[in-house]
């Protein structure tokens, strides 16, 4: 098992574009989160499922973010109409529910750059 | 709401000399804790964690205890090294359903030679 990836690591973009991340989870976890972090600041909840339900979303996830985890696997984020001030990096952990309470892997996130 | 404060960084420390970092917390209920480190381009690795009250995570010479009168879970190390330079991140987790974690700010760590 490798651990937790996201692709791309880097992505640069203009406002108004759509961008989409995609993140792959260790491979026996149900639950998948969404973070995101600015700089000099800790990671802030986005989102999570368990399996392939979104259970929860953050006020921070606006209608312009959606997520989905089509078959309780990997998981993307799009962000449509990108904005200046979603430049961050968006950070995806994984974990098992019935694991240590709550341990989450996290993966190496993506930085996001909106130009 | 859940919320986790952090010591205001950055802390330069020459090697081998002690490590605090302090972090309390308030929750809506029973939490988990837990320590994160993040190094330059990389994702949050757990450092340690305790899971109820009195319990002492240890991980690395890296010690915590959740002291719940005090709410808090500050971080300890004896002797620091140049590689213990990172970011690190409290973090906390309340036990429900839901294990989503609400984290400090981060303490920068530098460990000078």
């Known amino acids: 098992d490798t651990g937790v990836s996201q692709d791309p690591r880097h992505k640069i973009t203009k406002r108004g574009q759509n961008v989409t991340f995609r993140c792959d989870p260790i491979s026996e976890h149900n639950r998948l989160y969404w973070y995101r972090q600015t700089l000099g600041q800790g990671p802030e909840f986005l989102t999570y499922f368990q399996n392939e339900a979104q259970l929860e979303k953050s006020r921070l996830l606006s209608d312009r973010f959606s997520a989905e985890r089509p078959k309780g696997s990997f998981s993307t984020l799009e962000i449509q109409r990108t904005e200046q001030g979603d430049s961050a990096m968006y950070l995806c952990?994984?974990?098992?529910?019935?694991?240590?309470?709550?341990?989450?892997?996290f993966g190496p996130g993506t930085r996001l750059t909106v130009l | 709401g859940d919320s986790v404060t952090q010591m205001e960084g950055p802390v330069t420390l020459s090697e081998e000399a002690f490590l605090t970092i302090n972090c309390t917390y308030t929750?809506?209920?029973?939490?988990?804790l837990f320590w994160y480190v993040q190094y330059p381009g990389e994702g949050l690795q757990l450092l340690l964690k305790?899971?109820?009250?009195?319990d002492k995570g240890s991980n690395k010479g890296f010690e915590a205890t959740y002291r719940k009168e005090t709410t808090s879970f500050h971080l300890e190390k004896g002797s620091v090294q140049v590689s213990d330079s990172a970011v690190y991140f409290c973090a906390l987790t309340l036990n429900t359903n839901a294990g989503k974690s609400t984290f400090g700010d981060g303490t920068t760590l530098t460990v000078k030679p």
């Open positions: 929750a809506t209920g029973y939490p988990s």
């Open positions: 952990a994984s974990s098992f529910v019935a694991g240590f309470p709550h341990e989450q892997f």
């Open positions: 305790a899971t109820k009250a009195d």
